[in-house]
């Protein structure tokens, strides 16, 4: 019989779905709505946080320093921070975030630069702290300052240039363009998010479409009318591959859009003196990219539909198909999530592992960067698990004890 | 037509082992007759039914029905069968004339075909008023009929009814005990199974009695009666089946 009977069906669970309101909020409402619940909040969290740790002025304590008028003033006359007399508990009070940083100078500090001893400047600070940090920076380089001006007098005092100790110097020069830079950091999440989107999206229908019909008794049913199993399997598939794709699309668009005004509110932040010197979403992904990125999904997103399929038809009831199903979307997250991470480069044997192969070469086509041989290799290998995953779908339909379990 | 040839279907049960559910059954079902199943919980009424209607493949043996080999050709024989149970729920989320429609596009029939023949069936059950209705929304005596609509779309030879009228009120189960006397009158072969004896005295031309997997006796009721010498009908079944119960079951 030709497939007529499996659009049939897949006509159906279309209608049906779409008349389900929990496949309807994680089909359409969660990806339209996370991209910009997550980028606008992310982000004026980003902007409220650093904006609050660079107005704050930190209050620093300087320790010792006993007859070393002259680094103690220098330290004195920093700007941006606040100086507080010193106790014994220092520690404590930087742990309780009371202070944000300590400095420690050696007694008879400025003797002893004058005798030319190296001594130690020790700088508390609380790792981690996002304001502790800004404090101990300032600290550093006003200490820096005053190394280098020491050096400078030195130079000086023994008739010396001051280029002395500036045999040469070094000069990074960045050939990426501006917009790769943050680009590669960013829009690794792209593909991240899609890949996760497919599967959350495909998980609803999924369970519906076999655990759920055997819970409402609908599965003996479709059974005695005369579509072949396998066409019933394949007409569902159909069903299950929509809602993740039509996820990931949505996903994609929502991303697009909430991207573009992420972007001019950070400008116009930036622009006020509020957040960061750079907005770090200046760039853009290409068409092009966003397209290769589907492409590339989709295989994954065949794999993902057929083994949900598969493994909630195994389950009596709803309850039971989505215990199942839970800890494979960690299964999903972790290879996604290890895509993104920085370091993790593509390799022959990496480019075989299903969903972390998929989310480096997505990483890599994101920020522009096509390998020709690894995306075909990666095609590959992905529509092969998908082919092996509709197979065992197929063949767990023909299963009587699976589709009448009890 | 219906003849079964020593229909068997085993099970696997992880507990229990192998679990011979159906042994040997045969008997053959004539069109314009019912045939009714009579057995307790468990003897292998519904394993057998849901066999002649391909839902389930016989471990050996095998069947025609209305002409087509089950296990040769199981599609022609679903094409030729309607098969209701209380199993066979109906989708919630679609509407009475969606459900019937999905169902007789599955037998290949033609949009302008099923609009005319649902019609007709909607109009001779009197389900026009909830026609658009979803499914979920309908009483149990309308979902009936909805299930009955889905059994008669494709007017199928060969009627098959897994206990319909379990957990049905008096009117619900009039309607399908009055819905299988009207496909005999079509001409249609029907069977049915149940463990209702008064269900079987009013309807069925012929008898099965089924236990423990096993068609004990077979014939009208009076062939029954000759033969068991007993007049009432659940004497008869269970003088035959009393001698297949352990003793310390029927002691307590």
């Not at chain 1, 359409?28 to 980028?39: A, G, K, N, W, Y």
């Not at chain 1, 399997?233 to 993740?244: E, P």
Request: glycine share 6%; with cysteine; net charge neutral.
């Amino acid at each position: 019989m030709s497939l007529r009977n499996a659009l049939i069906v897949y006509r159906k669970e279309l209608t049906d779905s779409l008349r389900d309101r929990r496949t309807l909020i994680s089909m359409v409402v969660v990806p339209i709505l996370i991209m910009p619940v997550m980028s606008i909040g992310i982000g004026a969290l980003m902007i409220e946080v650093v904006g609050k740790a660079q107005e704050e002025i930190p209050k620093v304590m300087i320790l010792g320093g006993d007859r070393s008028p002259r680094a103690l003033a220098d330290l004195m006359a920093l700007k941006g921070v606040q100086v507080v007399p010193s106790t014994g508990d220092y520690r404590q009070q930087i742990s309780d975030k009371k202070i944000r940083a300590a400095v420690d100078l050696p007694s008879e500090f400025d003797k002893s630069l004058e005798d030319g001893r190296v001594e130690v400047v020790k700088i508390y600070n609380y790792a981690g702290d996002l304001k502790s940090g800004f404090a101990a920076d300032k600290l550093e380089t006003s200490l820096h300052d005053y190394s280098d001006h020491t050096v400078k007098q030195r130079l000086e005092a023994h008739k010396l240039p001051a280029d002395l100790v500036t045999p040469f110097k070094v000069q990074k020069e960045n050939v990426a363009p501006p917009e790769k830079v943050s680009g590669a950091a960013i829009g690794g999440f792209l593909p991240y998010f899609v890949i996760i989107l497919c599967v959350t999206g495909a998980m609803y229908p999924a369970i519906d479409l076999t655990a759920g019909e055997k819970e409402r008794g609908t599965i003996e049913t479709i059974l005695c009318s005369p579509v072949s199993r396998t066409h019933l399997v394949f007409g569902k598939f159909l069903m299950v591959l929509t809602a993740a794709l039509c996820t990931a699309v949505l996903a994609i668009i929502s991303m697009g859009v909430s991207f573009r005004a992420a972007k001019a509110w950070m400008a116009s932040a930036i622009a006020t003196g509020r957040g960061g010197a750079d907005n770090p979403l200046n760039f853009s992904i290409g068409i092009k990219a966003i397209g290769a990125v589907f492409f590339m999904v989709l295989p994954l997103a065949v794999f993902f539909s057929a083994t949900l399929l598969a493994i909630a038809l195994f389950a009596k009831s709803y309850k039971e198909a989505q215990s199942y199903l839970s800890p494979l979307i960690i299964l999903v997250v972790l290879p996604a999530i290890a895509g993104v991470l920085p370091g993790v480069e593509l390799n022959a044997k990496l480019a075989m592992i299903p969903v972390l192969s998929t989310s480096l070469v997505c990483k890599e086509i994101v920020s522009g960067t096509f390998h020709w041989s690894y995306i075909g290799l990666i095609f590959l290998s992905s529509c092969i698990y998908a082919a092996a995953a509709l197979f065992i779908a197929v063949k767990l339909f023909q299963r009587e004890d699976v589709l009448f379990r009890t | 037509m219906i003849e079964a040839e020593r229909l068997c279907k085993v099970f696997q049960d992880k507990k229990r082992g192998e679990v011979r559910a159906v042994t040997n059954v045969s008997f053959t079902c004539k069109p314009g007759q019912i045939y009714g199943l009579l057995g307790a919980n468990g003897a292998g009424k519904t394993t057998t039914l849901r066999m002649l209607a391909t839902i389930l493949e016989p471990t050996d043996g095998t069947a025609r029905v209305a002409g087509f080999d089950l296990v040769k050709d199981p599609e022609s024989v679903r094409r030729n069968v309607g098969f209701l149970s209380t199993a066979t729920a109906l989708y919630g989320r679609l509407s009475a004339f969606e459900m019937v429609q999905y169902f007789a596009r599955l037998y290949g029939m033609e949009d302008a075909a099923i609009e005319k023949r649902i019609n007709e069936l909607f109009t001779r059950l009197e389900m026009n008023e909830f026609r658009d209705r979803r499914c979920d929304k309908l009483s149990t005596g309308m979902k009936q009929k909805v299930s009955i609509a889905r059994t008669l779309v494709h007017d199928p030879q060969v009627m098959i009814f897994d206990e319909p009228t379990v957990g049905l009120d008096v009117m619900a189960a009039r309607t399908i005990v009055q819905f299988i006397r009207e496909c005999r009158n079509h001409g249609k072969t029907v069977i049915f199974s149940t463990h209702v004896m008064s269900e079987v005295e009013k309807l069925c031309d012929h008898i099965g009695i089924i236990h423990g997997g096993r068609l004990l006796a077979e014939g009208t009721l009076a062939d029954l009666r000759k033969e068991s010498g007993q007049e009432d009908l659940e004497d008869i079944f269970v003088q035959l089946v009393e001698p297949y119960i352990p003793k310390e079951t029927v002691a307590s």
